[in-house]
C-alpha cells in the first residue's frame, strides 16, 4: 500500500545544531508539504512543492529550507535550530489534480526538541 | 490569508450526548475541508463540501456548509469514545496549499 512516512519519529538538538527532518511518500504525489502544529496555533504551513525542483515559501518558512530532487522526497532542514522551533512537524502529500476537492495525505509526524 | 475560526475550542462530553463544531470565516471558499487527528497521529481527511448549502453525511457525523460558504459545521450524533481527537476545518487562499483552524478537541468519555 502507498504511504508516506517521516523520520526519525522523535529527535532532541541543541541549538545551533543543523537538523534535517526525512519524509518520503510512495503515492507518486507531485504535491508535498511542511508543516509544524503548536498549541493555540494549530497547522501552520513552512514550504510546499508542487514537483521535483519546485519550492515554495510558506506562512512560517524563517529558519527552514527544502529541496525537492526526486518526487518521493521532501526533505526539511533547520540551517540552525532554536528553541522557538521545537514543534510537531508533519509532512504531506497531494495528488495535484483538482483545486477543489484534492486531499492531502500526512505523515506520521516528527517530535523535534530544541534545547 | 484567510482566517478560520473554530470553535469551541475544547469540548468534553459523554457517551451518547450530541454536539456540534463550528468554523467561521469573513472569506468565502470554493471548498472546505474537515480532518480529524488523533494523538500522535497525522490528520486526516472526513470530507469535502463544495456547494453552498450542502450536507454530508458520514455514519453519526453531519457535515454542513454554509449558504454563502464561509462557514460550515460538523454535528456528532449519539457520540461514541472512537470519536475523541481533534477536529481541523481547513480551505485553499490559492494553490493546493491548506489553511488550517486551530481546531476543536473532543473528549468523549464512557
Known amino acids: 500500500d502507498a504511504e508516506i512516512t517521516q523520520s526519525p519519529r522523535h529527535k532532541i538538538t541543541e541549538t545551533g545544531r543543523q537538523v534535517t527532518l526525512a519524509c518520503h511518500q510512495t503515492?507518486?504525489?507531485?504535491?508535498m508539504f511542511w508543516y509544524r502544529q503548536d498549541l493555540g496555533h494549530g497547522l501552520r504551513l513552512i514550504h510546499y512543492?508542487?514537483?521535483?525542483?519546485?519550492?515554495n515559501k510558506g506562512e512560517v518558512s524563517d529558519g527552514y529550507s527544502v529541496s525537492r530532487s526526486n518526487t518521493e522526497d521532501l526533505p526539511l532542514t533547520l540551517e540552525s535550530a532554536a528553541s522557538s522551533q521545537t514543534s510537531v512537524y508533519f509532512c504531506?502529500?497531494?495528488?495535484?489534480?483538482?483545486?477543489?476537492?484534492?486531499?492531502?495525505?500526512f505523515g506520521p509526524g516528527t517530535r523535534l526538541t530544541v534545547l | 490569508t484567510q482566517l478560520l475560526e473554530q470553535s469551541p475550542q475544547f469540548l468534553s462530553i459523554q457517551e451518547g450526548e450530541n454536539l456540534t463544531v463550528y468554523c467561521n470565516s469573513s472569506?468565502?471558499?470554493?471548498?472546505l475541508q474537515w480532518y480529524r487527528q488523533e494523538p500522535g497521529e497525522g490528520p486526516v481527511l472526513l470530507v469535502t463540501?463544495?456547494?453552498?448549502?450542502e450536507v454530508k453525511k458520514l455514519k453519526r457525523l453531519t457535515f454542513q456548509f454554509g449558504d454563502a460558504r464561509k462557514d460550515s459545521s460538523l454535528h456528532i450524533t449519539a457520540a461514541q469514545t472512537g470519536d475523541t481527537g481533534l477536529y481541523l476545518c481547513?480551505?485553499?487562499?490559492?494553490?493546493?496549499?491548506?489553511?488550517f483552524g486551530k481546531g476543536t478537541s473532543l473528549l468523549v468519555t464512557p
Open positions: 463540501v463544495v456547494t453552498g448549502g
Open positions: 472569506s468565502v471558499f470554493s471548498s
Open positions: 503515492w507518486n504525489h507531485n504535491n
Open positions: 481547513a480551505a485553499r487562499n490559492s494553490g493546493y496549499a491548506l489553511n
Open positions: 504531506a502529500s497531494s495528488e495535484g489534480t483538482s483545486l477543489v476537492t484534492d486531499t492531502q495525505y
Open positions: 512543492s508542487y514537483g521535483v525542483q519546485d519550492t
